[in-house]
């Protein structure tokens, strides 16, 4: 079963709908099938009218009855995988519609900050560095201040910055650039910053796959995410 939708706020009950009716669908009766009456009826049909002078052979009977089995067992195999599938799109819906609306650590350099607030991320340490460090720039690309966050491990480093610059003052409120490097091999590399940002939508794919509209970010797909606030 396939479920195309966007999930926003206010919208989550029509991608349920769209659930309910897939699986109602799935669970409709289908026309032309044989059931295990009919073909034991139609096998002792046959069994009454063969010919006697050349009767069909014990095992061709063992190998009809052994086929119908295994058709009976993958079909029965079949809906039990259509139902699991079915609740495992609702389950994602549900996942989906309480993402909207939340904040999710995502990769970004660039973040609206108010002043008097501060900002939480997180950094992709590619390798272990005796130091990292992070410079914060205005949206005139001015240097508004430096975090010695020392040495780090390869993996992820998370970061408060206060929101005040070098000074100590709070900055205004504006568009501010964050910029990670690390000493690695005696030499400074640009490391992946994650910022907060909020979900106002989620688009649901094939398979259930997840897709976040990230605000200011664009389109992510779940597995992008560092954490969920």
């Known amino acids: 079963m396939t479920v195309s939708n966007t999930i926003s706020s206010g919208t989550s009950n029509s991608v349920m709908d769209a659930l309910s009716i897939d699986k109602k669908k799935a669970e409709e009766p289908k026309k032309n099938e044989m059931g295990q009456d009919a073909f034991l009826e139609l096998l002792v049909t046959q069994m009454n009218n063969q010919n006697p002078l050349n009767p069909q052979d014990n095992g061709e009977f063992v190998a009809q009855l052994a086929q119908f089995s295994s058709v009976e067992g993958i079909t029965k195999l079949n809906t039990q995988m259509e139902t699991m599938s079915s609740s495992f799109q609702s389950s994602t819906a549900l996942q ?65 910055w206060d929101g005040k610059d070098s000074n100590g003052n709070p900055v205004p409120t504006g568009k501010y650039t964050f910029k990670a490097s690390a000493i690695i091999d005696g030499k400074a590399a640009a490391q992946t910053v994650n910022l907060p940002a909020n979900v106002n939508s989620v688009t649901l794919g094939k398979g259930g796959a997840m897709t976040l509209n990230v605000e200011g970010v664009g389109a992510m797909s779940l597995e992008s995410v560092k954490e969920i606030l």
Do not use: C, W
């Open 96 to 160: 989906a519609s309480a993402l909207v609306g939340r904040q999710v650590l995502v990769p970004g350099d660039a973040l609206n900050v108010a002043t008097g607030s501060s900002v939480k991320g997180i950094i992709d340490v590619a390798s272990s560095t005796s130091q990292l460090t992070m410079n914060v720039y205005s949206d005139k690309g001015v240097l508004v201040d430096q975090e010695i966050l020392g040495s780090a491990g390869e993996g992820t480093k998370a970061f408060t």
